[in-house]
């Protein structure tokens, strides 16, 4: 169960957010090797690295017509009602972060502005193995569409017979997804910077995975392709009061545990009594889990810590900065206020963080291992770019002019203060 912490003094709050697998990197030279072997043998290093590490024998890497067509007929009614609900709430909610910025007159006759333009090829990458993903497809494939970007496709591991989960291809032909791939892991992110014959390269890549997923995105970057985030191994933080119901507490502990056996999840809670009661729970709960092993495993990583009032749990939730938060607290929008760290958040009991990952409309694409210091979840903004744009007539480079050549000199930088000098000079030339 949860390794128990009393009342932890502030200085002893960085090393309890270590994570578990933040003392095993992923060797680089090995993300290194993958990425120069498909770089230099294209699909056959895919092949290759999927018989390697997937243990599954690849023909053709590219999903067909067919399978996708094949796809709405494998998976229940209920299953593709409940995709239609969630994709229509997670395109409600980002369709309504389509805004258009005011041109602004920084002076008279010097108009500036900014136009978001979509990144044009996108690659989703979507965990699958034991639990395909497939609501990640919604969260990554909407937005891309909802922005415009003309490119959009999807890595996903094979399954043992070399298929794709049928709701996750379902998924994808409903989040207008271009192509899907059969590939995973460090050789899907490769694939995705490379290109190769039947894999496009792409200009930004998305998506959570394991550790090794996240070693392979950050190679990608140094490597000039943008990436969305670090988005590895998931994990929730529960700040619970007396107020909270303990076997809401526990499950919701569970559905992240649940994840992998290196995900993490930890209680912070002002009474012990509770934290005895959740302890309880989980005992009780783990054992009805089929994913019950890789639960305990992630469990064993994980810590209920005691504090002394709820103001003192966000104090420490925020050196933490995790993924998910859930305030299961009595006042939750009030003690929301002082949430400085966090992916997304969840207020009171029943707001459970399982709705965000499937249908409630947020993005469930979040910085995991402390990077919610720095980075925000994906959004529609991630798939964009902003371009700003200026525009000065004749009678406001003649008020902005003189400030541009003084700057420009006293930096040093006499092209720069001639590029006025020459306009300026033709502006008088015309008044004459």
């Known amino acids: 169960m949860l390794s128990v912490q009393l009342f932890p003094e502030p200085a002893a709050w960085k090393s309890l957010s270590r994570r578990p697998f933040s003392d095993t990197p992923v060797a680089p030279v090995l993300v290194r090797k993958v990425f120069e072997t498909v770089a230099a043998k294209g699909d056959d290093a895919l092949r290759h690295y999927t018989l390697q590490f997937d243990n599954v024998s690849l023909g053709e890497l590219r999903v067909s017509d067919k399978e996708l067509s094949a796809a709405a007929a494998q998976i229940s009614e209920e299953l593709k009602s409940a995709i239609h609900t969630a994709a229509q709430n997670i395109r409600c909610f980002h369709e309504a972060q389509q805004l258009t910025e005011p041109v602004v007159e920084t002076m008279p006759g010097v108009r500036c502005w900014r136009k978001s333009v979509p990144v044009d090829r996108v690659g989703c990458y979507v965990p699958g193995g034991s639990a395909p993903l497939f609501s990640t497809v919604l969260m990554l494939g909407i937005p891309a569409q909802i922005a415009g970007c003309t490119r959009r496709i999807v890595c996903t591991p094979p399954d043992r017979s ?6 996750i ?32 390269a792409v200009d930004k890549i998305f998506g959570p995975g394991n550790r090794y997923v996240t070693a392979a995105k950050q190679y990608a970057q140094q490597s000039g392709i943008a990436v969305d985030m670090p988005a590895g191994p998931s994990e929730v933080l529960v700040i619970a009061d007396s107020s909270a119901v303990p076997a809401f507490v526990a499950a919701d502990l569970l559905s992240q545990a649940e994840h992998g056996p290196d ?88 707001t459970c963080e399982s709705a965000g990952d499937y249908a409630s409309g947020t993005n469930h694409t979040l ?12 959004s529609l903004e991630s798939f964009t770019k902003k371009i700003s744009f200026q525009s000065i007539t004749p009678s406001g480079l003649e008020l902005i002019g003189p400030v541009i050549e003084t700057m420009a000199s006293a930096e040093g930088l006499d092209a720069h203060k001639a590029a006025v000098r020459i306009r300026l000079s033709r502006i008088q030339s015309d008044k004459l």
Do not use: W
């Open 162 to 167: 070399g298929g794709v989960h049928p709701a």
């Open 169 to 200: 291809l379902y998924a994808a032909s409903i989040a207008g997804i271009t192509d899907v791939f059969k590939v995973g892991g460090i050789q899907a992110i490769a694939a995705m910077s490379c290109g190769t014959a039947t894999i496009p």
């Open 263 to 350: 995900s993490q999840v930890m209680l912070l809670t002002d009474s012990g009594e509770l934290l005895v009661a959740v302890q309880a729970e989980l005992r009780q709960q783990l054992e009805l889990l089929p994913r019950k092993d890789i639960a305990l495993q992630a469990l064993q990583g994980s810590r209920g810590v005691v504090l002394s009032d709820i103001d003192t749990c966000i104090a420490f939730s925020n050196v933490y900065a995790p993924e998910h938060l859930i305030l299961a607290v009595e006042h939750p929008v009030r003690m929301s206020a002082g949430i400085r760290n966090a992916g997304s958040v969840f207020l009171g009991n029943y």
């Open 367 to 378: 910085p995991t291992a402390g990077y919610a210091r720095a980075y925000s979840g994906v």
